[in-house]
T-cell receptor, first 113, second 112 residues
Framework: AAGVIQSPRHLIKEKRETATLKCYPIPRHDTVYWYQQGPGQDPQFLISFYEKMQSDKGSIPDRFSAQQFSDYHSELNMSSLELGDSALYFC????????????FGEGSWLTVV | GESVGLHLPTLSVQEGDNSIINCAYSNSASDYFIWYKQESGKGPQFIIDIRSNMDKRQGQRVTVLLNKTVKHLSLQIAATQPGDSAVYFCAENPSGTYKYIFGTGTRLKVLA
């Protein structure tokens, strides 16, 4: 079965640079979620989108923005990167009308040097 | 959930024994809960879910118990196997929201 696809899988950026992560949800899933997970930490909810509209917002820094496009894929844009942004970023998706089970991708490793 | 740094609670069990992993959730308005298994460097993998109108749900070798009175979830794994070694998280979905809040993970170590 198709899963959530994230790209790139690994990314190295310097401080103050910009990074963009992409997420392709499971086919027919209309809701996308972004999470940030530091080493040994719990996944922290950043933001979610339902039918291309922002649906909930968590602890997403003002330097970050995200959107969901007409084909339901989503992008997380991170600017003015800081060392503390180094983490594993997960995207998850769900088919909202069928219930709320969310399925995660394998994540994008961001290292800021 | 709150960050616990690098020192996750750890549960060590003998292969073949049953494991019980506990989770306290924070929001009394949460009406849907999921248990995830996460292996190192990988995404959380769905194990089992339960809605707030139930107090028990069984899957293959796993059972989830929900106690809404004390806002507590548990995951029981029967006949624990080496492949069960991972970090386990519970996640709660507050009613009417599009977000899942993760609880503190528990590292399960299966001893041969």
């Amino acid at each position: 079965a198709a899963g959530v696809i994230q790209s790139p899988r690994h990314l190295i950026k310097e401080k103050r640079e910009t990074a963009t992560l992409k997420c392709y949800p499971i086919p027919r899933h209309d809701t996308v979620y972004w999470y940030q997970q530091g080493p040994g930490q719990d996944p922290q909810f950043l933001i979610s989108f339902y039918e291309k509209m922002q649906s909930d917002k968590g602890s997403i820094p003002d330097r970050f923005s995200a959107q969901q496009f007409s084909d339901y894929h989503s992008e997380l844009n991170m600017s003015s990167l800081e060392l503390g942004d180094s983490a594993l970023y997960f995207c998850a998706s769900s088919q909202n009308w069928r219930g709320n089970t969310i399925y995660f991708g394998e994540g994008s490793w961001l290292t800021v040097v | 959930g709150e960050s616990v740094g690098l020192h996750l609670p750890t549960l060590s069990v003998q292969e073949g024994d049953n494991s019980i992993i506990n989770c306290a959730y924070s929001n009394s308005a949460s009406d849907y809960f999921i248990w995830y298994k996460q292996e190192s460097g990988k995404g959380p993998q769905f194990i089992i879910d339960i809605r707030s109108n139930m107090d028990k749900r069984q899957g293959q070798r796993v059972t989830v118990l929900l106690n809404k009175t004390v806002k507590h979830l548990s995951l029981q794994i029967a006949a624990t196997q080496p492949g069960d070694s991972a970090v386990y998280f519970c996640a709660e979905n507050p009613s009417g929201t599009y977000k899942y809040i993760f609880g503190t993970g528990t590292r399960l170590k299966v001893l041969a």
